[in-house]
């Protein structure tokens, strides 16, 4: 799995857009970028995942660069429930038999 | 999707026991994952259950420490065993069912030893 690079820590006001950057330079053509999160004391929690066009679901917009490169996930309109680790996160689909490797993430802070 | 659910959610125990962590999932899966989360860090693995064989251990970790058990495809054990304050952690149980891309995880159980 290429190696990924977040922020330690990012803070987002409550009601504006919260953009998380990854950097993922040695990503190869077959692996997908997904997104994780961790609120506090629970487990994680899948976001979103893209291979190399933008991607968007309820909870979130993937942004991927062109050249693949680095990614930035955006919480349009961040809540102080989105205060959480978010886990960048590059591997092969490989059906299930791998777990997934965890850095160490960005933690954000939503304020009020 | 995959509701998984852990027994203890919480326990303290004394160095030296043990503690056997029960995983229970509401869909039968081949693959379970058994993660550690020291505080404050992030989410290490420790190994990968697979049912009807023996689990598979990351680097690190090792079957007398961290005995697993997979008797079928919807429940999995971790015990570990001879604790220390060292061991103080969350573990978390995980699943990716079938062909998913998204891997589930349980709620922990956030052991401490004194």
């Known amino acids: 799995d290429a190696k990924t690079t977040q922020p330690t820590s990012m803070d987002c006001a409550e009601g504006r857009a919260a953009n998380l950057p990854c950097n993922h330079s040695?990503?190869?053509?077959?692996?997908?970028v997904y997104w994780y999160r961790q609120i506090h004391s629970q487990g994680p929690q899948y976001i979103i995942h893209?291979?190399?066009n933008n991607e968007t679901n309820e909870m979130a917009s993937l942004i991927i660069t062109e050249d693949r490169k680095s990614s930035t996930l955006i919480l349009p309109h961040a809540t102080l429930r989105d205060t959480a680790v978010y886990y960048c996160?590059?591997?092969?689909?490989?059906?299930?038999?791998?777990?997934?490797?965890f850095g160490s993430g960005t933690r954000l802070q939503v304020q009020p | 999707s995959a509701v998984i659910s852990q027994k203890p959610s919480r326990d303290i125990c004394q160095r030296g026991t043990s503690l056997t962590i029960q995983c229970q999932v509401d869909?039968?899966?081949?693959?379970m994952f058994w993660y550690r989360q020291q505080p404050g860090q992030s989410l290490t693995l420790i190994a990968t259950?697979?049912?009807?064989?023996?689990?598979?251990?990351e680097s690190g970790f090792v079957i007398d420490k961290f005995p697993i058990s997979r008797p079928n495809l919807t429940f999995s054990t971790l015990t570990v065993s001879n604790m220390s304050p060292e061991d103080s952690s969350i573990y978390l149980c995980?699943?990716?069912?079938?062909?998913?891309?998204?891997?589930?995880f349980g709620p922990g159980t956030r052991l401490t030893v004194t």
């Open positions: 995980s699943v990716r069912p079938g062909l998913s891309y998204e891997q589930y």
């Open positions: 040695t990503i190869s053509g077959n692996e997908y």
């Open positions: 893209g291979l190399k």
């Open positions: 996160i590059v591997r092969v689909e490989d059906t299930g038999r791998r777990a997934l490797t």
């Open positions: 869909s039968q899966v081949t693959m």
């Open positions: 259950a697979n049912q009807g064989s023996e689990a598979t251990y």
